[in-house]
């Protein structure tokens, strides 16, 4: 059973940085994708940010390009994403995802699958 504990999260102010963390448990697939989604309260669940866990493939969000970075460390199976300028509208739950089905790139414009594994969450909030 996939498990992912996540970190980091907290407040911010804007303009600030911040960095989340996943760690990644239990799945020998070697053919994954990893990322974040996050949802506001009132607001669709947004696809973030997500990469391979075997190549360089990445998923960004026109919302957040230019500001955040995702990187995978395959030694210790775990993902970071790094939030740099964060801005009010940053402020949501923001919830790591496993997917062995399918892709970043798909993952991250369709969604994960159903058999998708999801981290506990966390909480960003970025006061103006």
């Known amino acids: 059973e996939v498990h992912l504990v996540e970190s980091g999260g907290g407040l911010v102010q804007a303009g600030g940085s911040m960095r989340l963390s996943c760690a990644a448990s239990?799945?020998?697939?070697?053919?994954?994708?990893i990322g974040w989604f996050r949802q506001a309260p009132g607001k669709e669940r947004e696809g973030v940010s997500c990469?391979?866990?075997?190549?360089?493939?990445?998923y960004y969000a026109d919302s957040v390009k230019g500001r955040f970075t995702i990187s995978y460390d395959n030694a210790k199976n775990t993902a970071h994403l790094h939030m740099n300028s964060l801005k009010p509208e940053d402020t949501a739950a923001y919830y790591c995802?496993?997917?062995?089905?399918?892709?970043?790139?798909?993952?991250?414009?369709?969604?994960?699958?159903?058999?998708?594994?999801w981290g506990q969450g966390t909480q960003v909030t970025v006061s103006s």
């Open positions: 990469i391979s866990g075997s190549d360089s493939t990445t």
């Open positions: 995802v496993l997917d062995t089905v399918i892709g970043p790139r798909a993952m991250g414009v369709f969604g994960p699958t159903l058999g998708a594994s």
């Open positions: 239990g799945f020998t697939s070697s053919n994954y994708a």
